[in-house]
């Protein structure tokens, strides 16, 4: 909005990239300016698809190895680079032997090993990222309802800690009902890009956009939050 006032049109920088269906598709989606000057300045240079596959597999992992680095120097940011070119390179083959999998499944997979990869991204040590993921997995943590106590009880003592559903989550039942619905409407709706196409024919709805979001700015300006790039 800002850079509109000055006749500066910026580019669109994520699309829905949590609705990626593939690793390619999400990185189309993500940080689209990074993926763009990667492609024309590192990938491209190296030889792009034009040498053959084994050439083009080294060139995606060197690649996105380098926008890890671009990221921090630190290993962590190394080891996610690098896990997304062998995710990418998995792609491209999974896709060239004309393999296909149901959309559902497709967007599980992919969504997860995104998730699972940022651990390593906002990890300060190794110990931390394989604590994170520790606990991800583990199955230390579950909790179940009471309801099923009974029909579990020959089970006392394996990795299960019964006790109230949503009891090690902050606001509980809200708060697990607050992320389904986020859930519902990043995934099967149109984002803001999607809709701005029909959103500017309205001028009423951009009035009263405007004032709510102008209100929840200025609610929201005494709170700090430090940009996450300082921090590299």
């Given amino acids: 909005g800002v850079a509109l006032l000055f006749n500066i049109k910026l580019p669109i920088n994520f699309n829905s990239p949590y609705k990626a269906l593939n690793i390619q598709d999400f990185w189309r ?13 590192v990938y491209i240079p190296l030889g792009g698809n034009k040498k053959g596959s084994f050439r083009t597999y080294n060139n995606l992992l060197a690649t996105f190895v380098i926008g890890g680095l671009w990221h921090g120097a630190g290993w962590t940011f190394v080891f996610w680079g690098f896990l997304h070119g062998v995710a990418l390179i998995i792609h491209r083959v999974w ?24 651990v390593f991204f906002r990890a300060k040590e190794w110990d931390d990222a394989i604590k994170v993921l520790g606990a991800m997995f583990s199955l230390d943590n ?55 196409e029909t959103f500017f024919n309205k001028p009423y709805l951009n009035s009263l956009v405007f004032i709510v979001f102008s209100l929840y700015i200025i609610s929201i300006m005494s709170k700090y939050s430090e940009f996450l790039y300082f921090n590299f």
Avoid at 101 to 114: C, Y
């Fill in 29 to 41: 989606r993500w940080h689209i300016t990074l993926s763009r000057f990667l492609r024309d300045y």
């Fill in 95 to 118: 896709s060239n032997l004309g393999f296909a999998m149901w959309k559902w499944l497709a967007w599980l997979i992919t969504f997860n090993f995104v998730n699972i990869a940022w």
């Fill in 142 to 196: 579950i909790v179940l309802p009471e309801k099923y106590f009974k029909f579990l009880e020959a089970y006392n003592g394996l990795y299960f800690n019964y006790g109230i559903v949503y009891e090690n989550i902050m606001g509980k039942n809200k708060t697990t009902a607050f992320i389904l619905v986020c859930f519902i409407l990043v995934l099967l709706f149109k984002n803001s890009m999607e809709k701005k």
